[in-house]
């Protein structure tokens, strides 16, 4: 499977962007899918997560209430809403993919997801 992410680019802080990530070509993961991000220095971390088959998303606490995870199950897309966007979002966002979700915390871990996106790059200016 090959995931690929798109939409980043360079907004003043306030603004909005809309990621978007697909499947290119195998069998699409049905489980979950989730936004991670590295800003330079730091560790990739987690941003949002949706079950794919209920549609429920996760939001990491720094993003909750500015960012909305959404999927369309026809086009195998997902998407990350991104509003009120802060200088400390700067990151370069990677979509992942799972079909195997374990526990009800499992959507926050690197370790669930076994696809991956090659990255899109946000710049928020303040």
């Known amino acids: 499977v090959q995931l690929q992410a798109s939409g980043g680019g360079l907004v003043q802080a306030g603004g909005a962007l809309r990621l978007s990530c697909g499947a290119s070509?195998?069998?699409?993961?049905?489980?979950?899918m989730g936004w991670f991000r590295q800003a330079p220095g730091k560790e990739r971390e987690f941003v949002a997560a949706?079950?794919?088959?209920?549609?429920?998303?996760y939001y990491a606490d720094s993003v909750k209430g500015r960012f909305t995870i959404s999927r369309d199950n026809a086009k195998n897309t997902m998407y990350l809403q991104m509003n009120s966007l802060k200088p400390d979002d700067t990151a370069v966002y990677y979509c992942?993919?799972?079909?195997?979700?374990?526990?009800?915390?499992?959507?926050?871990?690197?370790?669930?997801?076994?696809?991956w996106g090659q990255g899109t790059l946000v710049t928020v200016s303040s």
């Open positions: 992942a993919a799972t079909s195997f979700i374990r526990y009800s915390d499992s959507y926050y871990y690197t370790s669930t997801y076994a696809y």
């Open positions: 070509e195998g069998s699409f993961p049905s489980a979950a």
């Open positions: 949706i079950n794919w088959s209920s549609g429920s998303p």
